[in-house]
């Protein structure tokens, strides 16, 4: 799993190859090899990326490289059914008591981030996993990076052993001990900083949200004014936004648990949150609150 600083020289080494690979109008001396063009639009990008940033994006070692390798590949593609549940909800689909004890324990463990108020009718809900199923999926594949100087005068020898292929099958066994060692560990993970940043940012979502919707009950109950009912109005605007936003950072936080904070859509992640910020400034927010108070006041 790529670092902060992997990731950013990864996407540099995919950002130089993608400018080297296209011709040029009259350097033509700097054009990129066919063969180097062609492996670039149908191989596999995020390794030749890597080999470019494994050699320091130094292009002449890069090419110079003959790179053979036999990759056997085990992937489990697993699909989750999420979403916000109340017990009635759950019980409902068949679920026993003991099971939806078990999951607002869970839930409330996790932070405030897997549980909430129903914003219609004010009942517990709660961030579950209804479903889980998943498919194995093998495939094996041959590459082959043509080199500029043959260097390499004997054929590479493999260790083709299967205790080569056992990181899939962990990973495809994960447990809730392992997730819980993780939390307690946070910074020798190098997800932590994403996963902070987006947590961060649903922490802050939530308490707005229950701060908004405590005074327009505030409001509803002590007033009954059509300045009142303005600022209800307003308040009651800015939480479906904030809603909104969190279920941003929702289906954020969920891609990320299944396919990992610092993979190629790493990114996204972090543009999904900087839009949130942006769109949910907290002054923003609290400017209605104060407006409300002063003009209830006023009246």
Same mark, same amino acid.
């Given at each position: 799993m790529l670092n902060y600083v992997q990731a950013k020289l990864h996407l540099a080494a995919k950002s130089r190859l993608n400018r080297w690979v296209k011709p040029h109008a009259r350097a033509k001396h700097l054009d990129a090899p066919e063969w180097l063009v062609k492996e670039w639009r149908e191989g596999n990008k995020?390794?030749?990326a890597a080999l470019l940033a494994h050699h320091n994006f130094n292009k002449e070692t890069f090419l110079s490289k003959l790179l053979i390798s036999v990759?056997?590949? !085990?992937?489990?593609?697993?699909?989750?059914?999420?979403?916000?549940?109340?017990?009635s909800e759950l019980s409902e689909l068949g679920w026993?008591?003991? =099971?939806? =004890?078990?999951?607002?324990?869970?839930? !409330?463990?996790? /932070?405030?981030?897997?549980?909430?108020?129903?914003?219609?009718?004010?009942?517990? &809900?709660? $961030?579950?996993?209804?479903?889980? *199923?998943?498919?194995?999926?093998?495939?094996?594949?041959?590459?082959?990076?043509?080199?500029?100087?043959?260097?390499?005068? &004997?054929d590479p020898t493999f260790?083709?052993?299967?205790?080569?292929?056992?990181m899939i099958d962990a990973q495809a066994a994960r447990t809730d001990a392992a997730r819980k060692a993780g939390d307690a560990n946070p910074k020798q993970h190098s997800t932590w900083q994403s996963k902070e940043a987006l947590k961060k940012?649903?922490?802050?979502?939530?308490s707005r949200t229950g701060k908004l919707r405590q005074l327009v009950r505030e409001l509803e109950s002590k007033y009954?004014?059509?300045?009142?009912?303005?600022?209800?109005?307003?308040?009651?605007? !800015?939480?479906?936004?904030?809603? /909104?936003?969190?279920? *941003?950072?929702?289906?954020? $936080?969920?891609?990320? &648990?299944?396919?990992?904070?610092?993979?190629?859509k790493l990114l996204i992640l972090i543009s999904i949150v900087m839009d949130v910020q942006r769109k949910t400034k907290t002054d923003h927010c609290f400017d209605f609150v104060d407006h409300a108070r002063v003009t209830c006041a006023y009246y």
């Open positions: 995020a390794d030749i990759k056997k590949q !085990q992937k489990i593609e697993l699909t989750k059914e999420q979403g916000w549940y109340s017990e026993s008591q003991n =099971r939806i =004890r078990g999951a607002k324990e869970k839930c !409330q463990a996790l /932070g405030s981030a897997f549980f909430r108020k129903n914003q219609y009718d004010g009942l517990d &809900e709660f $961030w579950v996993t209804v479903k889980e *199923k998943g498919k194995k999926v093998e495939s094996m594949t041959y590459e082959e990076l043509h080199t500029k100087e043959a260097e390499a005068k &004997e260790n083709m052993g299967d205790e080569k292929f056992g940012v649903m922490d802050a979502l939530i009954d004014d059509p300045a009142a009912a303005a600022c209800i109005n307003s308040l009651k605007s !800015q939480v479906a936004k904030v809603d /909104g936003a969190f279920d *941003k950072c929702s289906t954020a $936080w969920c891609t990320g &648990e299944a396919e990992g904070f610092f993979t190629d």
